[in-house]
């Protein structure tokens, strides 16, 4: 006879298998009602828990979660998430903990995937990033008490954790850099406009600009794409007073702005100067070589996975602030054309 399922139960209290797991191994997350539908129902079919996985119960999952809510196909151009989770797995590894990766669409799949992955123990805390300024997933994580990092600046209200860098004062640098080099007509390419750290850069460049006296700047907003960093830039470029530099949220969008001022006939950095808000491999193998905005993205991952298990193991690790990071210069800036 077939062994009946926790997937059974959910199918007929027509619920998740999340809520399931809930109830069934006594944590929050379901109403009293739900709850006992969820436990008749289990009691009728003859579900039995696994012995062995019982057993465990009370014992850790050695692993923690990282669930990334962003289409995959956006997620997978970018150096910066891979050199992130390389820091994190360096760390983890040397405990003996796995990380668990997931990819979802947005932050209601994120919501649920964490709930299940809570309520199966399959991970001991998770590491959160791409905050929101109104995050649905926090909330969450303080009902279900799940050890957790934010991956960006600290949040009022919670007493999670952040690791995270000051993202003002290096859009800062670059737009003081580039009036210094003689730039009147700065432009910037952002990422996607809900992600807080993309409105503090966003905030940031505007107030530098307007520091400098220089009016109102033009910024386009973006997904972080090859093709959208295409997109931006040519409505840049094709105006009738278009910009002398322009800043890029990533270095995958930066790369491709070569490609379109190669396509206009746009000289860089003779008429053009571009900076990429992030370095990697590819700022160095285009050419001219793109002068970035660089730091130790592995370490910042090392830092993240340090201060969750400090968590994890029963501590109250404070927030901490990690280098910020620094101008590289390199051949795709210079002084405007006369």
């Given at each position: 006879?077939?062994?009946?399922?926790?997937?059974?139960?959910?199918?007929?209290?027509?619920?998740?298998?999340?809520?399931?797991?809930?109830?069934?191994?006594?944590?929050?997350?379901?109403?009293?009602?739900?709850?006992?539908?969820?436990?008749?129902?289990?009691?009728?079919?003859?579900?039995?828990?696994?012995?062995?996985?019982?057993s465990?119960?009370?014992?850790?999952?050695?692993?923690v979660?990282?669930?990334?809510?962003?289409p995959?196909?956006?997620?997978?151009?970018?150096?910066?998430?891979?050199?992130?989770?390389?820091?994190?797995?360096?760390e983890?590894?040397?405990?003996?903990?796995?990380?668990?990766?997931?990819?979802?669409?947005?932050?209601?799949?994120?919501?649920?995937?964490?709930?299940?992955?809570?309520a199966?123990?399959?991970?001991?805390?998770?590491?959160?990033?791409?905050?929101?300024?109104?995050?649905?997933?926090?909330?969450?994580?303080?009902?279900?008490?799940?050890?957790?990092v934010?991956?960006?600046?600290?949040?009022?209200?919670?007493?999670?954790?952040?690791?995270?860098?000051?993202?003002?004062?290096?859009?800062?640098?670059?737009?003081?850099?580039?009036?210094?080099?003689?730039?009147?007509?700065?432009?910037?390419?952002?990422?996607?406009?809900?992600?807080?750290?993309?409105?503090?850069?966003?905030?940031?460049?505007?107030?530098?600009?307007?520091?400098?006296?220089l009016?109102?700047?033009?910024?386009?907003e973006t997904?972080?794409?090859?093709?959208?960093g295409?997109?931006?830039?040519?409505?840049?470029?094709?105006?009738?007073?278009?910009?002398?530099?322009?800043t890029?949220?990533?270095?995958?969008?930066?790369?491709?702005?070569?490609?379109?001022?190669?396509?206009?006939?746009?000289?860089?950095?003779?008429?053009l100067?571009?900076?990429?808000?992030?370095?990697?491999?590819?700022?160095?193998?285009?050419r001219?070589?793109?002068?970035?905005?660089?730091?130790?993205?592995?370490?910042?991952?090392?830092?993240?996975?340090?201060?969750?298990?400090?968590?994890?193991?029963g501590?109250?690790?404070?927030s901490?602030?990690?280098?910020?990071?620094?101008?590289?210069?390199?051949?795709?800036?210079?002084?405007?054309?006369?």
């Open positions: 006879m077939k062994r009946p399922t926790i997937a059974e139960i959910a199918a007929r209290a027509g619920v998740s298998i999340g809520a399931v797991s809930y109830a069934l191994n006594g944590r929050p997350g379901v109403s009293a009602k739900t709850r006992k539908l969820i436990l008749d129902i289990a009691d009728e079919i003859g579900w039995r828990p696994n012995a062995a996985a019982r465990l119960s009370g014992s850790r999952a050695h692993s979660g990282l669930v990334i809510a962003r995959a196909d956006t997620l997978g151009v970018e150096p910066f998430f891979m050199r992130f989770i390389a820091g994190l797995e360096r983890l590894s040397g405990r003996r903990t796995a990380l668990l990766l997931q990819v979802v669409e947005d932050h209601r799949a994120a919501i649920e995937a964490m709930r299940l992955c809570w199966e123990r399959r991970v001991d805390g998770m590491v959160v990033t791409d905050l929101w300024t109104d995050d649905a997933r926090l909330p969450v994580l303080a009902e279900l008490r799940i050890p957790a934010l991956v960006g600046r600290p949040r009022a209200g919670t007493d999670l954790p952040a690791v995270w860098t000051d993202d003002a004062a290096a859009a800062v640098a670059a737009v003081d850099y580039l009036v210094a080099l003689g730039h009147r007509r700065i432009a910037r390419v952002a990422g996607l406009p809900a992600l807080e750290h993309t409105q503090v850069r966003v905030a940031a460049f505007r107030r530098a600009v307007a520091g400098h006296g009016g109102e700047p033009r910024v386009l997904d972080y794409t090859w093709e959208e295409v997109r931006a830039t040519r409505t840049l470029l094709s105006g009738r007073d278009r910009p002398t530099a322009i890029y949220d990533n270095d995958v969008m930066a790369t491709a702005a070569l490609n379109v001022a190669q396509e206009m006939g746009i000289a860089v950095p003779g008429e100067s571009i900076v990429a808000g992030d370095d990697s491999q590819l700022c160095v193998m285009v001219p070589a793109l002068t970035a905005l660089s730091w130790d993205i592995q370490a910042y991952g090392v830092h993240t996975a340090r201060v969750l298990m400090d968590r994890i193991d501590r109250s690790p404070g901490l602030q990690v280098a910020t990071a620094t101008l590289a210069v390199r051949s795709s800036t210079a002084a405007p054309p006369a």
